[in-house]
């Protein structure tokens, strides 16, 4: 149910990488300016210019560590809620190996990054604060093939929870102690770069937040019957009476109150009628805003940038689909069509996110990575991009 031109606004997005080594280490770094969780992967936070998360995740490393990345596939999205902070989606990718030509040309920006160094997966554990650690573990856990991980407050959910617990065991948080390197005096390595002492943070925690942009969220199923046919729903016009927009049952995430899988069950309820459990997650669409380049789809929202979800709903049967009931106020027919049909009806985006849903149903992996509804990344590929104990 689309409730308004705000619907789920006050998302903080960011992006962020993981390198590995020859010995299955990963990249950590040293942030100068956060005394309490000072270790992190290298990435950051996205700004509406940045056309993906995968662009942010390139442009940040280019800023912090001063090369230009070679990503491979997405390998987690995670969505955190927090009572003390806005939620946020972070976006965790597989980065190409470097060689040895590329670390001794790493070159961090001294506000940045004041230090470097190559951890064990148990190291990096108990070195990167609590939700960031479960994150990061996940993805050195899990096998390649199975991502990109569905992660909520760094718990794995949906078809991760066929490779991962949904509550494994919370390593010691202890931060540089366990980062040999990052905690040592200058002239020890990776970390000489680090200035003697943290500078104080530029802005409180709350300013920081205050200023930082937002992205939009939305939640949709896709549901087929025994035919392959697409449920779709009409939206009733806000303005011209003639005017017909279709699309997959869902709607805005409440931002502030919901994830986006627990958006998408509430949207079916209040859609259709349904008490249904939504399935694995088929995709991710980013959608620009218009500040990311000409080329952004004006539909999505000009001011900011749209992310949309797309949940498995499963096959449907004759009785569940005469016990719909629409949301009147915002619905005002739904219809099961053919590809044809579907096509015909969808704008562009639309339903090129759908046919790539139906391509990730079919393939029973994680879920496309889209931007404005076209494929984007790799495919995991096996130990170029992990860590080879871990590919099978």
Do not use: N
């Amino acid at each position: 149910m689309e409730t308004s031109d705000r619907a789920g606004r006050a998302i903080l997005a960011a992006a962020g990488v993981l390198f590995p080594d020859g010995q299955g280490r990963v990249l950590v770094v040293r942030l100068p300016y956060d005394r309490k969780h000072p270790v992190a992967v290298p990435g950051g936070g996205w700004e509406p210019a940045d056309r993906s998360p995968r662009e942010t995740a390139v442009r940040e490393i280019a800023e912090e560590l001063g090369f230009t990345p070679r990503l491979g596939p997405l390998a987690c999205v995670d969505w955190a809620l927090s009572p003390s902070r806005p939620p946020i989606v972070a976006y965790l990718y597989w980065g190409e190996p470097l060689t040895a030509e590329q670390v001794a040309a790493i070159r961090p920006d001294a506000a940045e990054v004041s230090g470097w160094v190559w951890l064990t997966a148990e190291e990096a554990a108990h070195a990167l604060p609590p939700r960031l650690s479960r994150r990061v573990t996940a993805c050195l856990r899990a096998a390649r093939a199975a991502g990109p991980l569905e992660l909520e407050d760094s718990r794995p959910v949906g078809h991760t929870l066929r490779e991962l617990p949904a509550d494994g065991p919370v390593p010691e948080y202890t931060g540089l102690a366990a980062a040999p390197g990052l905690g040592a005096a200058p002239g020890a390595g990776p970390a000489e770069v680090r200035p003697p002492e943290p500078p104080e943070p530029p802005m409180d925690r709350d300013s920081y937040y205050a200023t930082r942009p937002r992205i939009r969220a939305k939640a949709r199923a896709l549901f087929t019957d025994d035919d392959g046919r697409v449920l779709l729903v009409r939206l009733r016009p806000w303005s011209e009476p003639d005017e017909q927009y279709w699309t997959l049952p869902g709607g805005g995430v409440e931002a502030d109150r919901e994830t986006p899988r627990t958006a998408a069950r509430r949207e079916i309820r209040e859609e259709l009628g349904w008490e249904v459990e939504p399935g694995p997650l088929l995709a991710l669409d980013w959608q620009p805003g218009a500040a990311a380049g000409t080329g952004a789809d004006p539909a999505t929202g000009r001011d900011t940038a749209v992310l949309v979800y797309v949940y498995d709903g499963g096959t449907v049967t004759e009785e569940l689909l005469g016990s719909i009931e629409l949301q009147e106020q915002e619905l005002v027919e739904w219809r099961l069509c053919g590809p044809a049909e579907a096509r015909a009806l969808l704008a562009g985006p639309s339903w090129d996110r759908v046919a790539a849903a139906l391509a990730a149903r079919e393939q029973a992996a994680g879920p496309a990575e889209l931007v404005s509804g076209q494929t984007v990344g790799d495919r995991p590929a096996g130990e170029h991009w992990g860590h080879a104990e871990r590919d099978h």
